[in-house]
T-cell receptor, first 113, second 117 residues
Framework: GESVGLHLPTLSVQEGDNSIINCAYS??????FIWYKQESGKGPQFIID?????DKRQGQRVTVLLNKTVKHLSLQIAATQPGDSAVYFC????????????FGQGTTLQVKP | SQTIHQWPATLVQPVGSPLSLECTVE??????LYWYRQAAGRGLQLLFY??????ISSEVPQNLSASRPQDRQFILSSKKLLLSDSGFYLC????????????????FGAGSRLTVL
């Protein structure tokens, strides 16, 4: 069946360092892959997405890489800040780009001052 | 601009009691609406989604039900809560454009934390 999972449950980084959060997926027929950030006690917030026909997309301080050969997705955060501390989820959209996202389990990012 | 409201934010209920969580969306029409559940330390599981008034699709068999009495209102209910119903419930909507995104992005509410004792 379909599944989206994360490699590590918790990632601890020093403030100012770069962070890399990884995600593996199993469904090759997804339209988009999306990263969400969830702060404690809040709903997830959209960060960035990448279409399945791309391999890299950059945003403000974030870069998403997609490797379809090994079905791997990563989120890179440059110059990590304390405000980046949160749980990060990858999600995929089934073919047809519906809103029925399939979420991974989440990686907790802890930023040390 | 579009906003999504969800309430109550926190709820403590005894086993066997009923449940009603409400979600409303403002600033858009005919949105797709979703209820997700997030168990502690886990990812998000899609429970229900709706593409229009009175149209509800259930994704997983469970003790809960959903209704959409109005275009921008989505309600999650239970007649008798179980301990396993505890969790963080998130309402979301899609159909609007998120700048810089081509995906059918979900916008989530702030969530309702349910504890069943």
């Amino acid at each position: 069946g379909e599944s989206v999972g994360l490699h590590l449950p918790t990632l601890s980084v020093q403030e100012g360092d770069n962070s890399i959060i990884n995600c593996a997926y199993s469904n090759s027929a997804s339209d988009y892959f999306i990263w969400y950030k969830q702060e404690s006690g809040k709903g997830p917030q959209f960060i960035i997405d990448i279409r399945s026909n791309m391999d890299k997309r950059q945003g403000q301080r974030v870069t998403v890489l997609l490797n379809k050969t090994v079905k791997h997705l990563s989120l890179q955060i440059a110059a990590t800040q304390p405000g980046d501390s949160a749980v990060y989820f990858c999600a995929e959209t089934p073919l047809g780009n519906t809103g029925k996202l399939i979420f991974g389990q989440g990686t907790t990012l802890q930023v040390k001052p | 601009s579009q906003t999504i409201h969800q309430w109550p934010a926190t709820l403590v209920q005894p086993v066997g009691s009923p449940l009603s969580l409400e979600c409303t969306v403002e600033g858009t029409s005919n949105p797709n609406l979703y209820w997700y559940r997030q168990a502690a330390g886990r990812g998000l599981q899609l429970l229900f989604y709706s593409v229009g008034i009175g149209q509800i699709s259930s994704e997983v068999p469970q003790n809960l039900s959903a209704s959409r009495p109005q275009d921008r209102q989505f309600i999650l209910s239970s007649k008798k809560l179980l301990l396993s119903d505890s969790g963080f419930y998130l309402c979301a909507w899609s159909g609007g454009k998120v700048p810089g995104s081509g995906a059918n992005v979900l916008t989530f509410g702030a969530g309702s934390r349910l504890t069943v004792l």
